[in-house]
Nanobody, 123 residues
């Protein structure tokens, strides 16, 4: 089973950008849809974006309003989440996860999870 190794979290200020990474270890993302999800303090886990291993059709949560971009680098077998114009409400633990479904755009679609990384955005 592929392991998901996350990095790129940290503390930033409102308006800053940050890129999270999710690398496949001990396997590849081939055959999976890979997604980014987050859980803010006091809230449930919510879907942000997903991309298939082929780098085809992407899905995004509407509330992101175009600020986040998901991508996959086949050279390194790594999925990224580029986060721009970060806001305090983006503060959360961010997870990458994989899905065996053809389309994955809800929390329930994902079955295997990374460890999560903390992103904190100050005002």
């Amino acid at each position: 089973q592929v392991q998901l190794v996350q990095s790129g979290g940290g503390l930033v200020q409102s308006g800053d950008s940050l890129r999270l990474s999710c690398a496949a270890s001990g396997g590849t993302f081939s055959g999976y849809v890979v997604g980014w999800l987050r859980q803010a303090p006091g809230e449930g886990r919510e879907f942000l974006a997903s991309i298939p291993w082929t780098g085809g059709t992407r899905f995004y949560a509407d509330f992101l309003k175009g600020r986040f971009i998901i991508s996959i680098d086949n050279t390194t077998d790594t999925v990224y989440l580029q986060m721009n114009d970060l806001k305090p409400e983006d503060t959360a633990v961010y997870y990458c996860a994989t899905s065996g479904r053809r389309i994955a755009a809800t929390l329930a679609d994902f079955s295997f999870w990374g460890q999560g990384t903390q992103v904190a955005v100050s005002s």
